[in-house]
T-cell receptor, first 112, second 116 residues
Framework: GQNIDQPTEMTATEGAIVQINCTYQTSGFNGLFWYQQHAGEAPTFLSYNVLDGLEEKGRFSSFLSRSKGYSYLLLKELQMKDSASYLCAVTEDGSGNTPLVFGKGTRLSVIA | NAGVTQTPKFQVLKTGQSMTLQCAQDMNHEYMSWYRQDPGMGLRLIHYSVGAGITDQGEVPNGYNVSRSTTEDFPLRLLSAAPSQTSVYFC???????????????FGDGTRLSIL
């Protein structure tokens, strides 16, 4: 089975740094995705981690610890347009009937 | 640059009616999937396909049918609509099986479906 936990909501100030955590329990873990979803829109890809460590992409970074079943998304220099939901998704080995499992998402509000 | 196209964008049905949600992609992607998104529930996988002629069930398949006769198209059929199927439906595609690679999924804009 799969279990993915993310905080439901977070609020941060424009210009600040925010860390969104994701913990998971799965079998046959293969990798972890982060997606961004603005209200009323489709999810869009942000990052992918398969090895332990930090992946940096501009203002966004994503970290993975496979041994701890833990990932975080780090957003720097927050902008108002970063207000969105952030979805953590874990890929399994395809042996089950849900090869890609999404967490419920973290709704981030950026305030002035 | 169409990507993943879903039609219709909005639909209202009466309980018991049937309908097909259309999904087409023009990226020659092997893997396609359907999700539903409900408040507080996140994205839940309904059905997926790893190639033409091959489909499989996801987490919440009951009440839905799919087929994959071509690489491009992956329609989702509601056989007899129920109010519990009121949701936002997203179709997604990726170059290969998500669980074997780092290929991200590309999502359509969604279909907002209300069942009265």
């Amino acid at each position: 089975g799969q279990n993915i936990d993310q905080p439901t909501e977070m609020t941060a100030t424009e210009g600040a740094i925010v860390q969104i955590n994701c913990t998971y329990q799965t079998s046959g873990f293969n990798g972890l995705f982060w997606y961004q979803q603005h209200a009323g829109e489709a999810p869009t890809f942000l990052s992918y981690n398969v090895l332990d460590g930090l992946e940096e992409k501009g203002r966004f970074s994503s970290f993975l610890s496979r041994s701890k079943g833990y990932s975080y998304l780090l957003l720097k220099e927050l902008q108002m347009k970063d207000s969105a939901s952030y979805l953590c998704a874990v890929t399994e080995d395809g042996s089950g009937n849900t090869p890609l499992v999404f967490g419920k998402g973290t709704r981030l509000s950026v305030i002035a | 640059n169409a990507g993943v196209t879903q039609t219709p964008k909005f639909q209202v049905l009466k309980t018991g009616q049937s309908m097909t949600l259309q999904c087409a992609q023009d990226m020659n992607h092997e893997y396609m999937s359907w999700y539903r998104q409900d408040p507080g529930m996140g994205l839940r996988l309904i059905h997926y396909s790893v190639g033409a002629g091959i489909t499989d069930q996801g987490e919440v398949p009951n009440g839905y049918n799919v087929s994959r006769s071509t690489t491009e198209d992956f329609p989702l059929r509601l056989l007899s609509a129920a109010p519990s199927q009121t949701s936002v439906y997203f179709c997604a595609s990726s170059k290969s099986r998500a669980w074997l690679s780092n290929q991200p999924q590309h999502f359509g804009d969604g279909t907002r479906l209300s069942i009265l």
